[in-house]
């Protein structure tokens, strides 16, 4: 044991001098705390009537209480009630979480602990907070249980836990260093197969675990050409599992990737097909574009949209790659052409290509989606569509409608379109039931400037409202009343007017 704590004290010697880095480090700076006591450590077991697992406990004592460590950092015993919502002393408790008995999906938490009221921290007991990895997200260590001495994730918003492939907490602890020695991208570290280039190439001599084997060695820096020639050999595997990860593998690693992975353009499972997109689209576009523009028509709408984002990326798209794809029944499709035809239109459109912009935008305000009837209204905002008295009529029916993604791109297209019904649709809006609307409703008339709006603006002037809803993701709000944006709307029409 000693030998492998000292082991660890010379690894993270080393990370510093290399002025090495990763998610979390700045809270850290790969710095260590002095280590704990022998009566702190026992001081807080007899408190909590609990023995610390071992390889944690000489940890504390020998190598360091607190500091640096996977994510933001190891915490200290002190906060190892961190990820509780309530104060808790249930260390003692045994731990229900174990990784052969957690319940599948998203329902887990409700099938482990049926009619829990606080499911989260019943979930929680015997374990302690090692680090958070962020937002709502946590390292816990069980020391109870079955599942003594290991590591497990968690996330408070209710996300499946998941344990590392470690043994115990030094083993958790040395692969974070064993990584970032190797240079490893290790941005969710310790999620996936562990090992560094000669396990993972021994996986596949094996043949065992190969679909994981082939993920884990995208975390690598490089590959050498044998472990290449194992990857290839695992091209015409009847998984499509472990084919999408090999081609993912030759995409990152292999300078021959594009004309390897092409064939795969026509595999039969939508996986090795996306794969082998990824691996193709690299380098110059006009050896890869037609193999992109194929793509827009695969039956899978994932691999579709990511043909569009390649040749988005590659700024090669053209108004015929999205119009056919704004109607586009495969899922996502429409939305994704849609968004990316409103950002082309937010570029600016040329006089001649207007035309096409509009009369495709108009078509996309019967989409049942109501995203593309959104994304449709964008590109109103930015382009004429003269003569046609319906379209105003519609837009106006957006703008004061029950959707509201629709009411201010509707308003902004009702500007584009006809100035004056676009003035008096937001100035209907500023008399609006949601606080939210008629505060949107005022930025946007002080954006636009006209002082014919200025007694709209006046008349909630004494609206002290503070937009403020609470939904199911979080809650929203904004900093200013309304009677606030309504002010600073005023004064931007009269600078204008003085101007």
Same mark, same amino acid.
């Given at each position: 044991m000693r030998e492998r704590l000292d082991g660890i004290v010379t690894r993270l010697t080393a990370v510093r001098e290399r002025g090495l880095s990763c998610f979390g480090s700045d809270a850290h700076r790969f710095e260590l705390q002095p280590p704990a006591t022998e009566a702190e450590v026992a001081a807080f077991e007899a408190a909590r009537q609990v023995r610390l697992p071992e390889d944690y406990r000489a940890f504390l004592l020998h190598v360091g209480h607190g500091g640096a460590g996977p994510y933001y950092g190891l915490m200290t015993l002190a906060q190892w009630d961190h990820a509780r919502y309530e104060a808790a002393d249930d260390l003692d408790a045994e731990c229900p979480l174990h990784p052969d008995t957690l319940p599948p999906g998203d329902d887990w938490i409700e099938a482990l602990l049926p009619g829990e009221e606080e499911a989260m921290d019943s979930a929680l007991r015997g374990t302690l907070s090692l680090g958070t990895q962020g937002c709502s997200h946590y390292s816990q260590l069980v020391v109870t249980g079955p599942a003594r001495g290991r590591v497990v994730y968690v996330d408070l918003d209710g996300g499946r836990p998941y344990f590392p492939e470690s043994t115990g907490f030094l083993d958790w602890y040395e692969r974070w260093l064993d990584e970032l020695l190797a240079g490893c991208k290790i941005h969710w570290f310790g999620i996936g197969m562990p090992g560094l280039e000669p396990e993972l190439a021994a996986a596949l001599r094996r043949g065992e675990r190969l679909a994981d084997a082939l993920a884990a060695m995208r975390r690598l820096p490089r590959v050498g050409k044998d472990t290449l020639e194992l990857v290839i050999a695992r091209l015409d595997h009847p998984d499509a599992?472990?084919? !999408? !990860?090999?081609? !993912?593998?030759?995409?990152?690693?292999?300078?021959? $990737?594009?004309?390897?992975?092409?064939?795969?353009?026509?595999?039969?499972?939508?996986?090795?097909?996306?794969?082998?997109? @990824?691996?193709?689209?690299?380098? @110059?576009? $006009?050896?890869?574009?037609?193999?992109?523009? %194929? =793509?827009?028509?695969? %039956?899978?709408?994932?691999?579709?949209?990511?043909?569009?984002?390649?040749?988005?990326?590659?700024?090669? =798209?053209?108004?015929?790659?999205?119009?056919?794809?704004?109607?586009?029944p495969r899922a996502g499709v429409a939305v994704d052409a849609g968004c990316r035809f409103a950002v082309m239109a937010g570029r600016g459109v040329l006089p001649a290509e207007a035309p096409a912009f509009a009369a495709a935008a108009t078509a996309m305000l019967e989409h049942t989606e109501p995203r593309v009837a959104m994304y449709g209204l964008q590109v109103l905002a930015h382009v004429d569509a003269p003569g046609l008295p319906e379209l105003l009529e519609r837009l106006r029916a957006f703008a004061l409608g029950d959707e509201p993604c629709h009411r201010l791109s509707a308003c902004r297209a009702l500007v584009r379109q006809d100035r004056a019904a676009g003035l008096d649709a937001l100035t209907e809006l500023t008399r609006h039931a949601d606080p939210f609307e008629r505060q949107d409703a005022a930025r946007l008339l002080g954006e636009l400037g006209d002082a014919r709006v200025r007694p709209a603006l006046e008349r909630l002037l004494d609206d002290e409202t503070k937009p403020f809803e609470r939904t199911a993701t979080g809650t929203r709000s904004n900093v200013y009343r309304v009677c606030d944006t309504a002010r600073m709307a005023i004064e931007a029409i009269d600078r204008r007017a003085e101007a």
């Open positions: 599992r472990v084919r !999408q !990860q090999a081609l !993912q593998v030759l995409g990152q690693f292999d300078d021959d $990737a594009g004309a390897r992975a092409r064939p795969f353009l026509r595999d039969p499972e939508p996986g090795p097909r996306r794969a082998a997109l @990824d691996a193709v689209c690299k380098g @110059d576009v $006009a050896r890869w574009a037609a193999d992109a523009r %194929a =793509m827009l028509d695969d %039956a899978d709408g994932s691999n579709a949209s990511a043909a569009l984002r390649a040749l988005d990326d590659a700024k090669v =798209m053209a108004l015929a790659d999205l119009v056919p794809r704004l109607a586009d």
